[in-house]
């Protein structure tokens, strides 16, 4: 079964980072595009970032870019975000995608997620 598996969230201070890790099965993960998206509590899922399926291109939603990084190792079928600089606004469920249709859809394969909180 297609799967993704999100991890590597927690508590991190205002200012901090974190390094979230997605492992994915069950399809060719190096033939999608694959992005992140994340729902704050209490607010709608927003879209966060994608890498083509090569990643020689990556896209960002206009409030993480220069803090966050999207990667991906399609030897090993991991997705990664490095999130740096982060607020309390970064306060959310980070969740795993390959989007059905344009890379910044809020549909397709989604994880379960992994917590990011952002606290002093």
């Known amino acids: 079964a297609e799967k993704l598996v999100e991890s590597g969230g927690g508590l991190v201070q205002p200012g901090g980072s974190l390094r979230l890790s997605c492992a994915a099965s069950?399809?060719?993960?190096?033939?999608?595009?694959m992005s992140w998206v994340r729902q704050a509590p209490g607010k709608g899922l927003q879209w966060v970032a994608a890498?083509?399926?090569?990643?020689?291109?990556?896209y960002y939603t206009n409030s993480v870019e220069g803090r966050f990084t999207i990667s991906r190792d399609n030897a090993k079928n991991e997705l990664i975000l490095h999130l740096g600089s982060l607020n309390s606004d970064d306060t959310a469920m980070y969740y795993c995608?390959?989007?059905?249709?344009?890379?910044?859809?809020?549909?397709?394969?989604r994880g379960q997620g992994t917590q990011v909180t952002v606290s002093s």
């Open positions: 995608t390959r989007p059905a249709g344009a890379h910044n859809s809020l549909t397709g394969l």
């Open positions: 069950g399809f060719t993960f190096g033939s999608w595009l």
């Open positions: 890498i083509t399926a090569r990643g020689d291109f990556t």
